[in-house]
């Protein structure tokens, strides 16, 4: 599913040949992004975004709520509703079949990736999608966007609307409150977190912290299941990407 995440072209028209009268220059979307605060102004914010790059429809997701019941983890969109409740089982699988390590390099590089052959898209949609990945404190989160056939796609857009993405998801309520509770280590753990990244074993933890070897093992096992890290190395690099340690 996942495509190159090098320069694309998609042979056809630019997007200011496609629509001139959205296209804007950086220096103008600065001043209008600068003009809008809040989460009451977010789908404003992507909607500028993704006419800058020549984008039809955006679609804002946050990755730390996306393996959850329901549909909690989009935070703003205008793709169609039956898509996105399509693509929801697509996004929870791919992202948890992907390394701690891919996904720190996934940050901030334009993704291709293509909908599933059953989607049905509206007239003149293209099936691929662009996907760019960003964080604001210790939140994952994902800007996906749509656009018609023929589009030729910027790189260095691309990279920009990333970042000014993470702007406009920095206004997202309550999102410090919800990492707090996305991570809910205890004391304990986060202890045990410290000292394997610093490389100790097991037995080396439980001589430093004066417990048992099989407690020891217990938190590290309950640190794995909460970040959703299937081994130590993962956990660490969770951990370094999250400021744990």
């Known amino acids: 599913m996942e495509l190159s995440g090098k320069d694309v072209s998609v042979q056809g028209r630019s997007p200011s040949e496609i629509d001139d009268t959205r296209i804007m220059s950086r220096e103008q979307l600065v001043r209008r992004l600068s003009a809008l605060t809040g989460s009451e102004n977010l789908q404003v914010i992507m909607r500028l975004l993704a006419d800058h790059v020549g984008a039809s429809n955006f679609f804002l997701a946050r990755y730390d709520l996306i393996q959850e019941q329901g549909l909690d983890f989009i935070v703003t969109s205008n793709w169609p509703f039956d898509l996105v409740r399509r693509l929801g089982s697509e996004l929870a699988s791919g992202y948890a079949r992907s390394t701690e390590l891919e996904k720190c390099f ?20 293209s099936r691929q999608y662009c996907a760019l990945t960003f964080s604001v404190g210790r939140t994952r989160f994902s800007l996906m966007l749509l656009f018609v056939e023929g589009v030729i796609l910027s790189q260095e857009q691309l990279r920009e609307v990333g970042l000014l993405a993470a702007y406009g998801a920095s206004f997202v309520e309550s999102v410090e409150s919800r990492t707090e509770r996305d991570f809910e280590l205890t004391e304990r753990e986060l202890e045990c977190l410290f000292w394997i990244a610093e490389g100790k074993t097991s037995d080396e933890i439980a001589v430093i912290l004066g417990i048992s070897r099989n407690t020891i093992n217990n938190y590290i096992t309950s640190v794995m299941r909460k970040t959703a890290t299937k081994t130590r190395s993962e956990a660490i690099a969770y951990a370094v990407r999250n400021n744990l340690v």
Not at 106 to 125: G, I, M, Y
């Open 106 to 125: 996934s940050v901030l590089t334009p993704n291709f990736a293509l909908l599933p052959e059953d989607v049905v898209l509206p007239d003149k949609l």
